[in-house]
């Protein structure tokens, strides 16, 4: 049994994406572990457990991406891959290595294998603005038990602005003699959501059960997280209702605030654009697109991002132009 401890603050951003990594490294492996989380919240917390910033992963009480001059602190703790890029967690490659694994080539076999092929997003050498939207059309639920679930989920953000408990969902699927955690994973296989190691729902596109930078407020009160920029301006033909987005640039922060009626959106300022880009990988558009599809104040502030970013692929689409992709790639999937 190999036992994992996320030593971390109260509500450390990071941990969802180093929990989500552990579940990619491990997925199919023939090992036993368990996985536990420690809070520390006091630097003599931090020296007592030893945690040199939040989330630090200790495997079998041994810390293995220790770096000699880290200290234990409160503070974030910042990992950098073979590319020289930073990151809030360890990358996959870099886990199954602590993990005491071969061949870090099997991550990329390991990743793809964890959700159907038909849904993967974001290839190498493609459109990303079409593959997202191709993508997302293929990702649909596979029969009525995940159809009633999914539009179960899509309401209860739609209604309350969070993501259902497992206990909400399970009536529904007992109709269908299942369980709502089978039938969770069944959705999350297919990249129509995205669960955590705990079960829990991490999100369901368009909508996040975490803050993002895209805040979208609805008609009702309601507020909502979207996953991305595209996903922000689809909304408002997801649920036939007027909808207006505040964010802010992906490079400078400047705010942007954006109302959007089905396929017409107006932005403040008006020049604002959004990039729309991916790794050169493959995986659930969680993953792999949507921390990089995000809006800029103007064409020239987008490309700088790009510019500053060689390791993302994308290009720049004009608000009418990614507001036409959001209603394609939502108009028509909630249902009454």
């Known amino acids: 049994m190999m036992h994992l401890e996320i030593l971390q603050v109260p509500d450390c951003p990071n941990v969802p994406l180093l929990e989500q990594r552990i579940g990619q490294a491990l997925a199919g492996q023939p090992i036993q572990w368990e996985l536990r989380h420690v809070i520390v919240d006091d630097p003599r917390s931090a020296e007592l457990t030893g945690m040199t910033g939040s989330p630090t992963l200790l495997v079998d009480g041994h810390d293995p991406f220790a770096e000699p001059d880290q200290v234990p602190s409160v503070s974030c703790r910042l990992y950098r891959d073979a590319t020289g890029a930073v990151g809030g967690a360890p990358t996959v490659t870099a886990l199954r290595t602590a993990f005491g694994m071969d061949s870090p080539a099997a991550d990329v076999r390991v990743y793809v294998e964890s959700i159907n092929p038909a849904a993967q997003c974001c290839p190498a050498d493609s459109d990303p603005a079409a593959d997202l939207e191709a993508s997302r059309g293929r990702a649909t639920p596979t029969g009525p038990a995940e159809t009633a679930v999914h539009q179960a989920i899509l309401r209860s953000f739609a209604e309350r602005g969070t993501s259902?408990?497992?206990?909400?969902?399970?009536?529904?699927?007992?109709?269908f003699d299942s369980s709502a955690t089978a039938i969770l994973?069944?959705?999350?296989?297919?990249?129509?959501?995205?669960?955590?190691?705990?079960?829990?729902?991490?999100?369901?596109?368009?909508?996040?059960?975490?803050?993002?930078?895209?805040?979208?407020?609805?008609?009702?009160?309601?507020?909502?997280?979207?996953?991305?920029?595209?996903?922000?301006?689809?909304?408002?033909?997801?649920?036939?209702?007027?909808?207006?987005?505040?964010?802010?640039?992906?490079?400078?922060?400047?705010?942007?605030?954006?109302?959007?009626?089905?396929?017409?959106?107006?932005?403040?300022?008006?020049?604002?654009?959004?990039?729309?880009?991916?790794?050169?990988?493959?995986?659930?558009?969680a993953d792999i697109c949507c921390s990089h599809i995000n809006f800029f104040k103007d064409r020239a502030s987008g490309e700088a991002w790009a510019t500053a970013h060689p390791n993302v692929s994308g290009s720049v689409l004009d608000l009418d132009e990614a507001t036409t992709v959001g209603a394609a790639v939502f108009g028509t999937l909630l249902g009454t």
Do not use: K, N
């Open 164 to 175: 259902p408990t497992i206990y909400d969902l399970e009536p529904i699927a007992r109709q």
């Open 185 to 285: 994973r069944s959705l999350h296989d297919a990249d129509v959501i995205r669960i955590e190691i705990s079960g829990q729902i991490r999100s369901a596109y368009p909508f996040s059960a975490s803050p993002s930078p895209h805040r979208v407020h609805l008609p009702s009160g309601v507020e909502v997280y979207a996953m991305c920029a595209i996903d922000a301006l689809g909304i408002s033909s997801r649920l036939g209702t007027d909808t207006t987005i505040t964010t802010s640039d992906a490079g400078d922060q400047a705010p942007i605030t954006i109302s959007v009626r089905g396929i017409h959106a107006h932005a403040q300022p008006a020049t604002v654009v959004v990039y729309v880009g991916s790794e050169a990988a493959q995986g659930p558009s």
